[in-house]
């Protein structure tokens, strides 16, 4: 009870801290510190993975944990640092419009998504069920952040935060997915990444920039 | 010995029948207006005899209607004989009516003290016109507060506005005073027709229109929404709330000073007051929507008026959006103590109203004693622009001080009067998690948010507009012929000053009176005070506040420090020239300008506001910068309904062709229409 | 026992009038080393004191009385807020005069004291630095009310005795809503401070300064007791802070001798140790132009907001 106890604490503090990560990625100019804040959140996304896994002896979610691990701490942080490297991005900031007006927004999402958890969370019985509300707010934020920017990296960084956003939810709603499904999530993940990399180099190849507003001139008149 | 005794007597009866004692006092101001028709040209007469009178008349109603709070009374309700064939006129004094009574008194004494200082010959109508207006300005607000029916009620309602009209319009010759008073009362008739259609929805089909009756009345939801949306709407028009505010920064600063003071303080008060009157009192039931509506309106008024106030350059102009935001604040209270009252929890919705009401006195002296300093700096220096003044307290010693007391209320410092209610407000606000509706026990508290932001606004805005005024150096040189305002308008000022002081240290009393009408309207009032030092409105361990503390604290070391650097140290000062960083050239003209203090308001709030920036090039050989800002809200909502307007009436007015035959036969023709469809 | 409390409550005031400049010395010391100056003295702050008090008063030509009270009254408000806020005992008469809601108000007064006296000389700097002071102080108030707002929700009070009690009386759990109000504290402290990503102390950098433009005109005894009040005001607000996250120690009923001076020690650990961590924040970060100081104060609302809702969300078991 005691160890439970200890471990419902530290969760909640691991699902604020994935909170907190969804806006700094919402309000940071810098690419590379997109990148390394990707990495701390897929890092908390093992750590909280791994308690639940010890907490409820689920031996498939130590599996998902270090999936996670390999994946979105180590691999997908690689090839993106490895990409924006290659393409020369390191110094391609974001130039955002009113930061305080799209963290207001930003709050607005979050009060969005707690009120809609909460009868979600009454439901659940996982001991993650508080965090609901934390991972759909995940999710709106990444969303939002793919909103709001212009450049090709960080709208694909935006959407593997929104898939860490739905990976959170499954595990706090229904002890993670079953094994097929996340294997075969992360292997689409790796694809996206891929073939999104090829596209980077196209695109900049075609205008010399990875401006996305650039692809505005593709319509037809 | 003898006529003590009947003043006793006198006394006596006036204790017991307070209703009769104050619609005597308000056909007193009637009597007074009548008197100044008498010798209408005569400015001794009028400010030395008839405005004192006037003054006196406030302080018994304040008297009075004090009495009647603090001695818990039961209503009292009393027929006149005049009236419609089968609806006398219905009057009735509560706890509610005597708060605002009382409010009336209070800041009605202060104001018509400082007016008998005030008004000089020469300056637009003649002075027992004015009188005759203002009088009866006064006497119809008292009797707004007392009508018990609807019929009375409109008919003070509309002699307010328009007595209030011709006191804007006094100096008629000049076209914005007429445009701004058109507008005005354009404003003030939409908003009486959506508070008559609101009472034809509360008679509730028995087309009874007594309050009595209305108060019986059984109405659907559908109906008690649409009751209360109308007198949202109406009231809100008259309060200056966003987005019917347009008004107000246009009237406030075309009327004398002590017409606008009255007006901001106490007249968009009677809006407050009819907005409680139906919503807690008339109307028998109440959704927590309403609250939610009136909150956000609330909340956005303040801020909106918060801003707007930043970046004014007429020091009048200011001082009006600064009343659309205490109005909002007042409204934020409102709605939240509907919300509260809605969702079962009446005493925090006690909590709330008391910090609507006493904000709602507050804001009465405060802005009252800022009114008529502006009054006093126009009439010393005939300067309204912010860019003009400044240095004033050197010249004024006596309005600064008084101005100063006002600032610092205004924005909501401790220990003056607008904290305390301020202070209610935010602790209100902190017990809306409790609310028993997702999202919105979420939301709500953001409020509070909003709330601070508004207040800090408020205080950056009075540092401006004090700073500017009577602080630094003199912007023009003709302002050291600036001078000293006279007793009777010293006399005025010290009056409200000394109420924004009274309640700021005591509030006990005020939160009593406030706790009469939280009573009568949602059944609970906020705890007593645990001791006479202090406030705690909910618990002693939760929050407590002492202004006494406060004040006595500060003074004390404040005294102690000084003596002690006196007696340790040394008390040498040398004069020199101002420092400034060592820089030679300096003169007035670069001190911030009240431009330059909205300048980061402007930055950081661009959304709000329409800006046009014309910036010099570099090749300009008078190189001039100029800003011109508009309210967005006014653009796009009044610019296309009068320019429809405008097109709709060039559409007809071939109509008037100024042959007399023609508009004959239009009446020949209308009468004809009539009697085929009558017959 | 009323008596008594009047005594600590006395003690209580004079230590930290008494302790104030040390913990400026203090910050200014550890800053030195972090960034590998020679330090000056922990007794600088003093002896600048005591130098100031003894150089004669330059004022203005034309400064009004207004001006020449303003350091008075503000020193004043100071020495209010360090009687209201716990630092080593809770049982203290004066603290019932507000609580930290009413706190925010009294750190406004001085602010609006200091900003109308800065523009009463007329100069371009002055007026400057009150017009930059006033839009930090409406910047920082709602974050810090929202961090007094989710003190209220976990504490059920706003009282901060009552604050420092429900703490004794409960055992403390880490709650992420509490490291969200401490951030956004934190972040609030540095901007009212006149502190690194906002403002520069020791900067007197014509355009970018805050604080130092608004005491530009003043000298001598004047000044002395502004940096004595801004000295407190740091002061106080560590208090605040520490009596918000940190009270552990502080003597809660017994206010006998032993557990006061346990008090005092513990005070004295956390003053140096929060002291540090202050440097060590303003060292690392660089100062912010004066329109970034929007987006900190934003991010300082926005920890405060999260600690509420979170609080709200999973708040259900905290105490359980």
């Not at chain 1, 990444?193 to 990875?210: P, T």
């Not at chain 2, 029916?149 to 011709?166: G, I, K, P, Q, T």
């Amino acid at each position: 009870m005691l160890k439970s106890h200890f471990v419902i604490e530290l969760l909640k503090l691991l699902a604020a801290g994935m909170l907190l990560i969804s806006f700094a990625m919402l309000s940071t100019r810098r690419i590379q510190r997109l990148i390394t804040l990707y990495m701390w959140q897929g890092a908390i996304l093992f750590l909280s993975t791994a308690l639940v896994a010890y907490d409820a002896g689920l031996t498939e979610l130590y599996f998902s944990a270090a999936l996670t691990l390999l994946l979105k701490v180590i691999a997908l942080p690689f090839i993106l640092n490895w990409l924006v490297r290659r393409l020369g991005a390191q110094r391609e900031n974001e130039r955002l419009a009113h930061i305080p007006a799209t963290m207001l927004a930003g709050l607005l999402l979050v009060i969005l998504a707690f009120g809609l958890a909460q009868p979600i969370s009454v439901l659940a019985a996982t001991i993650m069920r508080h965090t609901i509300g934390i991972a759909l707010a995940v999710i709106l934020l990444s969303f939002l952040t793919m909103i709001m920017r212009r450049k090709a990296i960080a709208q694909v960084i935006g959407f593997l935060a929104m898939e860490n956003g739905l990976f959170f939810a499954a595990a706090s709603a229904t002890y993670g997915m079953p094994m097929v499904i996340e294997l075969g999530i992360a292997l689409d993940l790796l694809v996206a990444v891929f073939i999104l990399g090829i596209f980077f180099f196209q695109i900049r190849e075609q205008f010399d920039s990875l401006d996305l507003h650039h692809l505005e001139s593709l319509k037809e008149e | 010995m003898h006529s003590y005794s009947w003043v006793q007597s006198a006394l006596a009866t006036a204790a017991a029948n307070r209703l009769a004692t104050v619609s005597l006092l308000a056909a007193f101001w009637l009597l007074l207006a009548a008197a100044g028709m008498m010798r209408p040209h005569n400015i001794r007469y009028v400010a030395r005899i008839l405005f004192p009178l006037g003054a006196l008349g406030a302080l018994a109603m304040f008297c009075a209607a004090g009495s009647f709070l603090l001695s818990g009374s039961a209503p009292e309700t009393m027929t006149l004989a005049v009236g419609l064939p089968d609806l006398p006129f219905h009057l009735r004094l509560d706890a509610l009516s005597a708060f605002f009574l009382l409010v009336l008194g209070m800041a009605g004494a202060g104001i018509s003290t400082f007016a008998a200082g005030y008004f000089r010959s020469g300056e637009g109508t003649a002075p027992g016109l004015l009188g005759l207006h203002y009088h009866v300005f006064l006497a119809s607000m008292a009797v707004v507060m007392l009508a018990d029916d609807a019929y009375l009620f409109m008919v003070a309602w509309e002699a307010m506005a328009l007595s209030s009209y011709f006191l804007v319009t006094s100096q008629h010759r000049i076209a914005e005073i007429r445009q701004a008073g058109f507008l005005y009362l354009l404003m003030a008739h939409m908003g009486a027709v959506c508070i008559l259609l609101s009472f034809g929805i509360m008679q509730g089909g028995g087309w009874e229109f007594t309050f009595a009756a209305m108060r019986g009345a059984a109405l659907t939801p559908l109906r008690a929404t649409m009751a209360f949306a109308l007198a949202l709407a109406g009231f809100g028009a008259k309060a200056g709330v966003v987005p019917a505010h347009v008004w107000l920064p246009e009237a406030h600063p075309a009327a004398p000073s002590p017409v606008s003071a009255m007006m901001s303080g106490l007249m968009l008060k009677t809006a407050i007051y009819g907005l409680l009157r139906v919503t807690f009192d008339l109307l028998h039931v109440r959704f927590w929507q309403w609250g939610l509506a009136a909150l956000a309106l609330g909340l956005f008024s303040g801020l909106f008026g918060a801003i707007f106030a930043t970046v004014q350059t007429d020091m009048k102009r200011l001082l009006a959006y600064s009343s659309i935001e205490n109005i909002g604040l007042i409204l934020t209270a409102v709605g939240l103590a509907v919300l509260f009252a809605a969702s079962h929890l009446p005493l925090f919705a006690a909590l709330a109203l008391a910090a609507a009401l006493i904000h709602v006195l507050n804001h009465s002296l405060f802005k009252s004693i800022l009114f008529l300093t502006t009054g006093s700096v126009l009439h010393a220096t005939r300067q309204r622009s912010l860019g003009k003044l400044g240095g004033l307290i050197r010249y004024m010693p006596w309005v600064a001080l008084f101005a100063l007391v006002g600032t610092l209320a205004i924005a909501g410092l401790p220990p003056l009067n607008g904290f305390v209610s301020e202070w209610l407000l935010l602790q209100a606000f902190l017990f809306t998690p409790q609310l028993p509706h997702t999202f919105v026990n979420m939301l709500v508290p953001l409020g509070a948010a909003v709330l601070a932001l508004t207040v800090a606004l408020a205080a950056y805005v009075m540092v401006k507009f004090y700073g500017i005024v009577f602080l630094g150096r003199p912007r023009e040189a003709s302002l050291d012929q600036a001078h000293h305002s006279n007793w009777l308008e010293r006399a005025g000022l010290a009056w409200l000053a000394a109420g924004c002081i009274a309640i700021g240290v005591q509030p006990q009393l005020a939160l009593r009176a406030a706790g009469a009408v939280t009573g009568m309207l949602v059944g609970q009032t906020v705890a007593g005070s645990p001791s006479v030092w202090r406030i705690a409105p909910i618990a002693p361990e939760q929050a407590s506040y002492s202004g006494w503390i406060f004040l006595s604290m500060i003074l004390c070391v404040v005294a102690i420090t000084f003596l002690a650097v006196r007696l340790l140290v040394h008390g040498r000062v040398r004069r020199a020239p101002p420092w400034d960083c060592g820089y030679r050239w300096q003169d007035a003209r670069m001190q911030d300008t009240a431009e330059g203090f909205g300048q980061p308001i402007r930055l950081l709030f661009g959304a709000f506001f329409w800006m046009q920036v014309h910036l010099p090039s570099p090749a300009d050989e008078q190189p001039r910068y100029r800003v011109h800002i508009e309210d967005r809200i006014r653009r796009a909502l009044y610019r296309p309904v009068s320019a429809m307007v405008q097109r709709a009436a060039d559409a007809v007015s071939f109509l008037q062709s100024g042959r007399l035959a023609l508009y004959l036969l239009f009446s020949f023709l209308t009468l004809l229409v009539l009697l085929v469809f009558a017959l | 026992m009323k008596g008594i409390a009047f005594v600590w409550q006395l003690v209580e005031v004079a230590l930290a009038i008494a302790l104030a400049p040390l913990l400026t010395g203090w910050i200014a010391q550890c800053r030195s080393w972090l960034q590998n100056r020679s330090a000056p003295p922990l007794t600088q702050p003093y002896r600048m004191l005591r130098k100031l008090f003894h150089k004669e008063a330059v004022v203005a030509d034309h400064a009004s009385p207004l001006f020449r009270a303003a350091p008075y009254v503000l020193f004043g408000a100071m020495v209010l807020a360090a009687a209201i806020v716990p630092t080593i005992v809770t049982d203290l008469p004066f603290a019932r005069a507000a609580d930290a809601i009413a706190l925010i108000g009294l750190f406004a007064t001085a602010r609006v004291c200091q900003a109308l006296a800065a523009m009463d000389i007329g100069t371009a700097f002055g007026s400057m630095g009150a017009r930059r002071e006033m839009m930090i102080g409406f910047l920082a108030e709602p974050a810090i009310l929202m961090v007094f707002f989710n003190a209220f929700l976990l504490f059920g009070t706003t009282a901060l005795p009552g604050v420092v009690d429900h703490y004794a009386s409960h055992p403390s759990v880490i709650d992420p809503s509490v490291i969200f109000a401490a951030i956004g504290f934190v972040m609030v402290l540095l901007a009212e401070n006149a502190r690194i990503p906002i403002d520069n102390p020791a900067t007197h950098l014509e355009l970018t300064m805050i604080h130092e433009a608004m005491v530009l005109e003043y000298s001598g005894r004047h000044l002395a007791l502004i940096e004595w009040a801004s000295s407190l005001k740091l002061f106080n607000y560590t208090c605040i802070g520490i009596a918000l996250f940190l009270p552990w120690g502080i003597a809660i009923h017994g206010t006998s001798f032993g557990y006061v001076l346990f008090a005092l020690a513990a005070l004295i650990a956390k003053l140096a140790v929060c002291g540090a961590a202050l440097a060590l924040i303003e060292s690392l970060s660089a100062k912010l132009r004066l329109f970034r100081a929007p987006e900190f104060l934003a991010l300082a609302f926005l920890f405060a907001v999260l600690g509420l809702l979170v609080h709200l969300l999973m708040g259900a078991n905290t105490s359980a």
